[in-house]
């Protein structure tokens, strides 16, 4: 919500304030345009006949008024139109609300980066996924959690073959599934 929701507030704030300065002039000017209604000379102690007063026609209510295509419609549609585009306001409570989220957050962010990463050396054993390959991530967690720390990324790897004993059995022929390859963690980076 912060800049796009800063962005849209500024231009309705500019838009309101060019429609008041336009209402304002269009104001000034149509005050200096109309005729003013001329009072009475003053009476300087003479008094004239009462004149007779023409008798009024009944006033009726003005007929419903049409809308008006002009400058002052107009600019009081674009001023409608720039208040509904601003976003609802937020009460007190719900900023604080919206505030202390955003620290905690940050807080929480810092607090990561604010714990140093050590790396550690050993060595751990990758077990085998069920795939078939090696997974390191878990060999380097295990690396880290016998230090202390809670997890870890594997830095370095190293493999070595792992055979049974048949292979040490003088004339006996070595077999496919005699030996297999294990991979190793040797140094992880651990938090």
């Not at 002052?72 to 919206?98: H, V, W, Y």
């Not at 077999?175 to 938090?191: E, F, S, W």
């Amino acid at each position: 919500m912060g800049a796009r929701s800063d962005n849209l507030i500024a231009r309705a704030c500019a838009h309101a304030a060019t429609a008041f300065a336009a209402m304002s002039m269009l104001l000034i000017a149509a005050s200096a345009a109309w005729p003013q209604a001329a009072s009475p000379p003053p009476s300087l102690g003479i008094q004239e006949p009462a004149q007779q007063a023409a008798p009024s026609p009944p006033t009726s209510p003005p007929p419903a008024r049409e809308e008006n295509p002009g400058l002052i419609n107009e600019i009081g549609k674009m001023f409608e139109k720039s208040l509904s585009i601003l976003p609802a306001l937020k009460s007190p409570q719900q900023t604080i609300d919206d505030l202390n989220a955003r620290a905690k957050d940050a807080s929480d962010s810092l607090s990561r980066l604010a714990r140093p990463a050590s790396m550690v050396s050993g060595r751990m054993i990758c077990p085998v996924s069920a795939n078939g390959s090696p997974d390191c991530k878990s060999g380097a967690d295990k690396l880290c959690q016998s230090k202390g720390y809670k997890e870890g990324k594997s830095l370095n790897t190293d493999s070595a073959e792992t055979c049974s004993a048949k292979v040490l059995i003088p004339g006996r022929a070595r077999k496919p599934d005699d030996c297999r390859t294990d991979n190793y963690v040797t140094g992880a980076l651990c938090q």
